[in-house]
């Protein structure tokens, strides 16, 4: 089974601060994805990669900056965390650009910034 | 545009009823639709895909969808409803803009009553 997994479940963070999700797939994935998650809006894609060192902005992607140093790894970075950023955050990772490939999630991150 | 509409952010039904949760979606080319569940406080999981093969698609725990070209639905449905059907599902679709992208609905909370 493919595993997607998603360092921190639950992290609170100060405004301004500097904040990290990190993501790892164990399926030699080329795609992987950073979703955000809010009650109302389903999900809305904020990067996603389809090769290492290789990035797309997706449709809310102000605010947010992602890495994708090794295949298998995708972090999303928030420079300047703000209160509005309070959400849950799913990564997710495909095998290819073909259509009709299943997208595999992690659990999710859920963050709060006070 | 191309979107994905589901009807409805939240039905309830009795446990042993049919559960029936609409999804529609815009498109002018043949698109690949998907079902994804998320149980709480877990991320989403596929349900079942339309590749376009068979129009009655069968996925897991007796859910199934219809694909419907003439007026663009993508339903799923399920005879009898079970407590642990309790979740929220996503309709989504993958449509080739330049290349394949996903798109995914609000969301539907599905209640089961006992």
């Known amino acids: 089974d493919v595993k997607v997994t998603q360092s921190s479940r639950y992290l609170v963070k100060r405004t301004g601060e500097k904040v990290f999700l990190e993501c790892v797939q164990d399926?030699?994935?080329?795609?992987m994805f950073w979703y955000r998650q809010d009650p109302g809006l389903g999900l809305r894609l904020i990067y996603f990669s389809y090769d290492v060192k290789m990035k797309e902005k997706g449709d809310i992607p102000e605010g947010y900056s992602v890495s994708r140093e090794k295949k298998e790894r995708f972090s999303l970075i928030l420079e300047s965390a703000s209160t509005n950023q309070t959400s849950m955050y799913l990564c997710a990772s495909s095998l290819s650009s073909i259509g009709g490939n299943t997208i595999y999630f992690g659990e999710g991150s859920w963050l709060t910034v006070v | 545009a191309q979107s994905v509409t589901q009807l409805g952010s939240h039905v309830s039904v009795s446990e042993g009823a049919l559960v029936l949760l609409r999804c529609n979606y815009s498109s002018s080319v043949p698109p690949y639709l998907f079902w994804y569940v998320q149980y709480p406080n877990q991320g989403l999981q596929l349900l079942l895909k339309?590749?376009?093969?068979?129009?009655l698609v069968k996925g897991i725990n007796g859910f199934e969808a219809e694909f419907k070209k003439s007026e663009t639905s993508f339903h799923l449905t399920k005879p009898s409803a079970h407590m642990s059907d309790a979740a929220e599902y996503f309709c989504?679709?993958?449509?080739?803009?330049?290349?394949?992208?996903?798109?995914f609905g609000a969301g539907t909370r599905l209640f089961v009553k006992a």
């Open positions: 339309y590749t376009s093969a068979a129009t």
């Open positions: 399926m030699d994935h080329e795609n």
């Open positions: 989504a679709v993958s449509l080739y803009t330049g290349g394949f992208k996903t798109i």
